[in-house]
T-cell receptor
Framework: GAVVSQHPSWVICKSGTSVKIECRSL??????MFWYRQFPKQSLMLMAT?????????EQGVEKDKFLINHASLTLSTLTVTSAHPEDSSFYIC??????????FGQGTRLTVV | GQNIDQPTEMTATEGAIVQINCTYQ??????LFWYQQHAGEAPTFLSY??LDGLEEKGRFSSFLSRSKGYSYLLLKELQMKDSASYLC??????????WGAGTKLIIKP
């Protein structure tokens, strides 16, 4: 089946630094990818929709200058958390759509900002 | 390895009740989620279970048995708008989400 790979799985960074998370669709082309954030034991929160070759669409309340999304190819989208702070510590998950009906999820990236 | 199993597709009749099962084998357990996803849309959160038992929320209920590695989502009084994919996901001991492939639920009049 289709696989979406997210990297890294874990990252610890210092406050004020930036962290890049990659989301790759391994065996299909994804014109649309979604980025989510999940705090422990809470629901997934959609952050933004990433479309290949165009600017991402951010959900209300998500700072686009802080969470930079680049969907440069049909198999790769990246989320960069800029100037990270401890409150950005969370679990970030991507998903990639194959066609209109199938969504495949990455295993998530656990970000800890110290 | 880690594994989540759920049926690929189910069909039910409007007004009826349907139960979607999910079995899991993961390295550790920190909770199980159910999500609903309509075609072309982002998934929406339905439920979270971390303790054994049944959690009811309106027409939707979710059950968990940790000893059996088993959960189900129960949908009552089915409506046409309930036609969607239902995803089961488990948080493992590293707080990574392990996803099932989803169950496509088709509601017929």
């Amino acid at each position: 089946g289709a696989v979406v790979s997210q990297h890294p799985s874990w990252v610890i960074c210092k406050s004020g630094t930036s962290v890049k998370i990659e989301c790759r669709s391994l065996d299909f082309q994804a014109t649309t990818m979604f980025w989510y954030r999940q705090f422990p034991k809470q629901s997934l929160m959609l952050m933004a929709t990433s479309n290949e070759g165009s600017k991402a669409t951010y959900e209300q309340g998500v700072e686009k200058d802080k969470f930079l999304i680049n969907h440069a190819s049909l198999t790769l989208s990246t989320l960069t958390v800029t100037s990270a702070h401890p409150e950005d510590s969370s679990f970030y998950i991507c998903s990639a759509n194959r066609g209109d009906t199938e969504a495949f999820f990455g295993q998530g990236t656990r970000l800890t900002v110290v | 390895g880690q594994n989540i199993d759920q049926p690929t597709e189910m069909t039910a009749t409007e007004g009826a009740i349907v139960q979607i099962n999910c079995t899991y084998q993961t390295s550790g357990f920190n909770g199980l989620f159910w999500y609903q996803q309509h075609a072309g849309e982002a998934p929406t959160f339905l439920s979270y279970n971390v303790l054994d038992g049944l959690e009811e929320k309106g027409r939707f209920s979710s059950f968990l048995s940790r000893s059996k590695g088993y959960s189900y989502l129960l949908l009552k009084e089915l409506q046409m708008k309930d036609s969607a994919s239902y995803l089961c996901a488990v948080l493992d001991s590293n707080y990574q989400l392990i996803w099932g492939a989803g169950t496509k639920l088709i509601i017929k009049p």
